[in-house]
């Protein structure tokens, strides 16, 4: 370690609301910054591949967003039993994610370098995100942040040894990897030219499919182009990455506008406020469901308004009419196959799919490692069960055609048993009775009114009700919806 960087180390701690990490969380150049990242980790082989398998990241990019936000504020905690806690569920989850890409080369999402390489993304990205708005960072301070995110790679699989101790070292090793090792693959080519084409709208925007579907028709490109030109020039080249004209300086122009942020009073922008303001679903009891709901109600009107002056056609926005469902209070089997079942965005059903469900509502309940194997261990049977019944050409995978064909009659045996162990695991105190705390733990949503029409809590009769009528009858506009049906 150079003499630079323990200094650094020695003046402030590696973790908590102090760092320089830390500073990144509420500016807006990050979510450039975050988007050219995980452009980078996708290019890994080993990466891409797990994400192209495992993720929701197409299917479900607001939710990825929300999780992934909270889990690095908790990996950045003050508190180590917190950062101890989170780093044992992040490597359960990786832990999980194995398997071989179009290639038949084999992935491992707790391999070592892989997980290196996206440390590695996430500093460059934010040295280069310093640098394009105007305020590169002096050799002291990147020395500290660098020494932040060796912390955060040891925190998260107790060795830093896969990234070099110096900076000089590290930019050798990321010069390397860049020209040696990324490659043009499927995962990259999602974020890049069909992530941001499709990006379904968030809860706050989902009644207004028009304006949102004009504003992607303009942001998308340009956070695409932008992305394009901030990546390093070998992988440019190699991936045979397109630079329209201007983009440089479009990209110039994005990360100094953004930078001008910091001019606003301190406090008006946080970023969790306003991931959750998006995510909040229309029945929240949230407190600031009132000024969501107004923010909707408008965008609604502004959606009318843009609709009269430029008609965009019925087909504009397919992903977002989706989202508000039927209108009748019931999915058809389709809908529910793409907006529920497909987790991954692949078009099939697979254990992904579920696994995706299970680390969704594992993530959320914050559950410990026994309770977390029973519930996927309940899914792993479901899906069993499902493949048993509906993989009718055997391809080990099941299409929408053969769910809409076969799902009506068939017996819910193993759903049941997932929600037993749903149950289970959200009544904390183990009392038989979900109480609004323990109700909030999982949905965060409008449960004033439930709790009112079941006497103070959720028994498990009607729990595992309310469970099958959503998975098995298809039911649009209850809690389960923004859990696991909203994008």
Known sequence: MTMGTTKAADRAPLFGPDTRFAAFFDDPRWALAIVRATVLEA????????LVDNSTFVAHPWRRLRNTFLSMRRMFSPDPAVREREAARLNR????????DSHGRPYDAMDR????WVVATLFDSAVTMCRLSGQPLDEDTMERMY??????????????GELPETLVGFWRYFDRVVEEELEDTEAARIILYRLFDHLPAPALLVGAPTLWAAGRAVAGPLVGAVTVASLPEPYRRRAG????PGAAALMQGAYLATGLARFLPEGWLDAQSVIEVLTLSPGSDDPRARTAAALRARMKRASALL???????????????AAAGTGQGRRS???FFRQVLDQTGDGHLDWPDLAAMARELSTRLDLDEPEENRLYDAFAAWWRELQAALDTDGDGRVSVTEYAAAAPSLAPTALIRVAEVLFDATDKDGNGTIDAHEYRALFRTAF????ATTEGGYGRSAFVGGFLSFMSGRRTGTPYDPLLAEA
């Open 43 to 50: 290019a890994h082989p080993q990466i891409g591949a797990a």
């Open 113 to 116: 370098a892989a997980r290196a």
């Open 307 to 321: 609709r009269l002056l430029a008609p965009l056609g019925a087909d504009t926005d397919p992903g977002a009419r």
């Open 147 to 160: 020494a932040e995110y060796r912390a955060f790679l040891a925190a998260l699989e107790g060795d830093a």
């Open 93 to 100: 989850l990786h832990a999980r994610m194995s398997g071989a």
């Open 241 to 244: 990455l397109p630079q329209t």
């Open 333 to 335: 089997a389709e809908e």
């Open 448 to 451: 004033h009114r439930d709790l």
